[in-house]
C-alpha cells in the first residue's frame, strides 16, 4: 500500500539542517574575511604607486643631475616637487595627489568621508597614507614612505597591515 502523503522524515530534515550548518560554519569566515583581502591589496596597490612615484621623480632629478643635493626641487608638468638626495621629499602637498592619482586628504583636519585615502606626517619618521577610516594614532593600515637621509640612497616604503 502506497503512502497518501510522501514527505521526508524528521530524521532527513535534521540530516539536511546539519549539513547545511557545517557548510556555513566552515564557508563562512572564508567570505567574511574577503573585506580584510580587499584592504590589503588596496594598501599594496597604493604602495606600488608611491613607489612608482618616488622612482619617476628619482629619474627626473637624475637627468637634472640634482640626486646629491640635500634639499632641490624639480618639475613634473607644471608642479615643482621638493625632492632630498633625488627621491620626493616625505611631505604632502598636492603633487602627491596627482602623482598617485588620489583624493587624499589630511588627517586629522579634513573630513574622511569625502576621501578615499588620508595621510600624516610624522616628524623625523615619514609619510602615511592609510584608507579611509584608519588614523595615524593606531598604525595598523598605512604605507609609509620616509625620504634618503643621505647621498646614495634610496626611498623606503613600508607597509603595515595587521589591523586591516
Known amino acids: 500500500m502506497m503512502?497518501?502523503?510522501?514527505g521526508f522524515t524528521l530524521i532527513e530534515l535534521v540530516i539536511v539542517i546539519l549539513i547545511?550548518?557545517?557548510l556555513t560554519a566552515t564557508l563562512a569566515p572564508k567570505y567574511i574575511n574577503l573585506?580584510?583581502?580587499?584592504?590589503i591589496a588596496n594598501i599594496n596597490g597604493l604602495k606600488a604607486s608611491v613607489e612608482s612615484s618616488a622612482q619617476l621623480i628619482y629619474a627626473k632629478a637624475l637627468i637634472k643631475n640634482v640626486v646629491n643635493q640635500?634639499?632641490?626641487?624639480?618639475?613634473?608638468?607644471?608642479?615643482?616637487?621638493?625632492?632630498?638626495?633625488?627621491?620626493?621629499?616625505a611631505r604632502f602637498s598636492t603633487t602627491w595627489s596627482k602623482l598617485l592619482d588620489a583624493q587624499i586628504g589630511e588627517i586629522p583636519y579634513d573630513n574622511a568621508d569625502n576621501f578615499d585615502w588620508m595621510w600624516h606626517n610624522v616628524a623625523n619618521?615619514?609619510?602615511?597614507?592609510?584608507?579611509?577610516g584608519y588614523t595615524h594614532e593606531n598604525k595598523n593600515c598605512w604605507v609609509k614612505y620616509a625620504h634618503p637621509l643621505a647621498s646614495n640612497t634610496a626611498a623606503?616604503?613600508?607597509t603595515e597591515f595587521s589591523g586591516c
Request: no cysteine; proline share 9%.
Open 20 to 22: 547545511l550548518g557545517v
Open 156 to 158: 623606503q616604503v613600508s
Open 125 to 132: 619618521d615619514g609619510l602615511y597614507f592609510m584608507p579611509r
Open 3 to 6: 503512502n497518501p502523503n510522501p
Open 35 to 39: 573585506q580584510s583581502d580587499a584592504r
Open 70 to 89: 640635500a634639499l632641490t626641487s624639480v618639475s613634473i608638468g607644471n608642479d615643482s616637487v621638493e625632492v632630498i638626495y633625488g627621491y620626493p621629499r
